[in-house]
């Protein structure tokens, strides 16, 4: 097995992860509420990737890296799970991951705007197409109007495509290991304390932590540990291998992949306008991922 095919294997192992995120979230949010569960989540995963970085001694990331650390550890730590925690209390997980459907056409955005390539007309086509797709969606599930909540996968789309891209391209130095063990690390700096706080002030969330059903906790140990560390682990590792064109392009099966532990997790029932919508997100996604970007030069 080639080093390109690893990163594939990799990534898919990724993908799978991530597409458990917003059943569990969903599952998770009744008990912690959303703010609380996302820092809860962030001081979990920082903890855990502690543990790691200590335990392999891993170095130190540069000076010159920390303000791209920082910015991912912004919108993949925070922003990205505030964001599907907040519209999970609402929506259906199964319309959630149709809607973060568009991440990867969004990261190969992302990807060419901010490191040097220059996309060709039938890129920003197949993009805006895209977009109008998970719009026209979210506007038909929502009756004729878009929802909070729907903005809100919207921004979590946006955050961690962007994340994606600084993390996939910052993989091909650092390691993908490194990259969001540090990302980790970083968060746990503002979101252990707020956790704490959340955690001794039963007021400010759904019920008392201790007071959570097994259900919600197992979901909780979820989304910190595999979907925020251990899944971007495989992710960013993948990436790093394999190249960000191709690993990104397995993607293109988590939004399938949420539908279906969605039916399974928290029983929600597959529907002809899901299956429809995800089938053509997929399409437009994967003609975008085959559109000529040509790199500038520099």
Known sequence: MNKETKGIWLGLVGVVIFSMTLPATKIAVPDFSAIPLSFYRAAIAGVAALIYIAAKKIA??????L???????????FVFPISIAIAMQDLPSSHGGIVLGISPLLTALFATLRFGERPSRGFWI???LGSALVLAFSIKESGGALQLSDLALLLAAVSASYGYAEAGNLSQKMGGISVI???AIISLIPSLPIAIYYAM???VTAIPIMNASLPAWLALLFVSIFSAYIGNIFWYTGLSMGGI?????VQLLQPFCTLALSSVLVFEPLTISNIFFASAVLVVVAIGKRMPVAKVKT
């Open 126 to 128: 197949t993009a805006i």
């Open 67 to 77: 303000p791209t650390l920082g910015i991912i550890s912004i919108l993949i730590s």
């Open 245 to 249: 064109s191709h690993v990104g392009q």
């Open 181 to 183: 063990s540090w990302v």
């Open 60 to 65: 130190l990331p540069q000076k010159s890296d």
């Open 201 to 203: 002030h039963s007021s």
